[in-house]
Each structure stands twice: as C-alpha cells, then as structure tokens.
C-alpha cells in the first residue's frame, strides 16, 4: 500500500506565479490535511477536506490560498500570485478515519524567487 | 506567547544515553498527545499518542502526559544513531467536531545521536 504521495518534491517558482501542490492519499483514506513547515518554525495547520468538502480552513491565509479535494483525482493547495514569504514545505497527511492516526507524505518544497 | 513551547536543541549525546525531550503548552482542553519523528527532508511519522495524563511505554520510547503541569515529555532509551532526527510534539483539543486532526506542533528539537 502506498504512502500518501505529493508532487512537486521541489517547485520553484517567481513572484506573482501560480503554484499548484498535489497530494494522492493512502488508498482507502478519505480525510485530507495540509500543513505548512516555514523556516525555523513547526507545522502549521492550514485546511482539512474530505472529498468534495472543505471541513476546517481556519489555517489558510485568507487570500490566493486554496485547496480543493474532489471526487476522483489528488487534492490540490493552489497558490495564487505567490510571494517570497510562501517559501516553505508544505506537507499533506491523510487518515481513514475523522479520529486517526495522520500518515504524512514527504512534502512539496516550494521555493520562491 | 506560543500555544506549544519546545526548545530547538540541538541536542547531541553519545550512543547508549537516555534522552529526554519535552514541550509545554498552554491550552488546557487539549487533549490528545502525539510524537512525532522527522527525518532530515522526509514528512513527519508517528512514534507515540497517548489521552489525557499517564505514561505510555513502547520498547526504547516512553510518552508522559502531565496535563496538570501542561507537560509532556519523551524519553528515549539505549538511544542509536539511527535515532538522530527532529522529535516533533503535537497535540489537539479532542474527539468531537473536525478538532482530531488539527495538530498543534512544538518547534520540534533536532536530536543527534553520536556513535
């Protein structure tokens, strides 16, 4: 069974681009969490979805973050129009259950120029 | 002031030590508590949870919960080289609502273990 898989590894884009993260979940896992990792600080949580449903995104930035996880396909983090300060790894978990253990992918390292 | 305080280390100790690694907190409705491990450009796995106050044991790795000090702390023993990685705390308020899986993380402390 495969992990949780994300893709970009490594994105780099400039100022005022769109950057586009995707994460596959374990088969079987319905619920999806992202979480952002800057620069000498801990995992911050941003959104939890399950398909189709946005449940929790009271860590999203109000503006040019969103996230979608829909029926068929990978959830997506979209950044619009990033800036130097959206550097950072960001990280997608995904469970089975609404109570259980979080499984990690490797992460999205996003690099702004 | 952080909801979740844990000290950056780094920390270096010689193969064989005892490690003990702890965060505070200030919320006092979390609930549950996680350990997380996080080697160097890889995503976070889980090492130990434990609910509410107590001690939890599994083999070299024991979790303690001190939720009247708001403490939490893990000890690892015999520690091996293999175990130099960052040790992240996370905690969450609890079962009810969307709360399970929104994780509140510690810094994390960056632990090298040397042979």
């Known amino acids: 069974n495969a992990g949780v898989m994300q893709n970009p590894r490594h994105l780099v884009r400039r100022r005022g681009q769109e950057a586009r993260l995707r994460c596959s979940p374990m088969k079987g896992h319905s619920h999806v969490y992202w979480y952002r990792q800057l620069p000498e600080e801990g995992l911050k949580f941003m959104v939890y979805?399950?398909?189709?449903?946005?449940?929790?995104e009271s860590g999203m930035p109000k503006e040019r973050f969103s996230a979608e996880f829909p029926k068929e396909g990978p959830s997506i983090l979209r950044i619009q129009q990033v800036v130097r300060g959206d550097s950072a790894a960001y990280f997608c978990?995904?469970?089975?259950?609404?109570?259980?253990?979080?499984?990690f992918g490797e992460g999205s390292r996003l690099t702004v120029l | 002031q952080k909801e979740v305080e844990q000290d950056p280390g780094p920390l270096s100790v010689p193969e064989g030590a005892i490690v003990s690694l702890n965060c505070t907190y200030s919320n006092s409705a979390f609930q549950y508590f996680m350990w997380y491990r996080q080697y160097s450009r890889k995503g976070p796995e889980l090492l130990m949870y434990t609910y509410s106050s107590g001690n939890k044991e599994d083999g070299r790795f024991t979790a303690q919960v001190d939720k009247s000090s708001k403490y939490i702390s893990l000890f690892i023993r015999d520690s091996q080289p293999s175990d130099s990685a960052t040790y992240l705390c996370a905690m969450t308020l609890g079962a009810g609502g969307t709360s399970y899986g929104k994780l509140t993380f510690g810094q994390g402390t960056i632990l090298t273990v040397h042979p």
């Open positions: 979805l399950q398909k189709e449903n946005i449940i929790d």
């Open positions: 978990a995904s469970s089975p259950l609404r109570i259980g253990e979080l499984f």
